[in-house]
């Protein structure tokens, strides 16, 4: 009896243990990340042309975008109304938004993430914001897609 309670306990160890072990990295995790790497550029272009559609296409259907000074835009509809509003302010105010040049990714399984820092500049190029980002991107239907978003300046908040 006692060497089939050790047998049981060394068989559900084993079990546990491998349910524990570290998954390979997908073949393509350097495809993943490239296209990664691909969103938030396009996202910044789409900004500074006023194509809100075509940065709303970056994002999947229930994604949630957490803007500064804004309630949370969650889905498609929600995403476009708040993009169609701040790209309008930005561009009567002259303003183009600007990536960061030292971007960080992961990627694992379905889920990446980039971490990467923004500038807004005005029309004669003097920086008048800067501040950073986290995107968390997912894969669906095969595509990576913005499905949290989420940027802060880092100047102080107004009083």
């Given amino acids: 009896m006692i060497r089939f309670k050790h047998a049981a306990v060394v068989a559900v160890s084993l079990i546990a243990l491998a349910g524990c072990t570290k998954t390979a990295p997908s073949a393509d995790s350097a495809g993943d990340e490239t296209a990664i790497r691909?969103?938030?550029?396009a996202w910044f272009k789409a900004y500074n042309a006023g194509d809100p559609d075509g940065i709303v296409a970056l994002y999947a259907d229930n994604a949630v975008l957490n803007a500064p000074g804004a309630q949370p835009a969650r889905g498609h509809a929600a995403i476009r109304d708040y993009l169609v509003?701040?790209?309008a302010a930005s561009t009567?105010?002259?303003?183009?938004?600007?990536?960061?040049?030292?971007?960080?990714f992961g990627v694992s399984g379905d889920l990446g993430w980039e971490w990467n820092t923004f500038t807004v500049t005005d029309k004669s190029g003097a920086t008048v914001d800067a501040g950073k980002y986290v995107t968390v991107y997912g894969r669906q239907g095969g595509k990576w897609v913005i499905?949290?978003?989420?940027?802060?300046s880092d100047a102080p908040p107004k009083p």
Avoid at 38 to 41: F, G, K, R, T
Avoid at 96 to 102: I, K, L, V
Avoid at 147 to 152: A, T
């Fill in 147 to 152: 499905i949290r978003d989420i940027w802060n």
């Fill in 85 to 87: 509003n701040d790209i």
């Fill in 92 to 104: 009567n105010a002259g303003l183009t938004f600007n990536g960061g040049s030292a971007p960080e």
């Fill in 38 to 41: 691909a969103i938030n550029p």
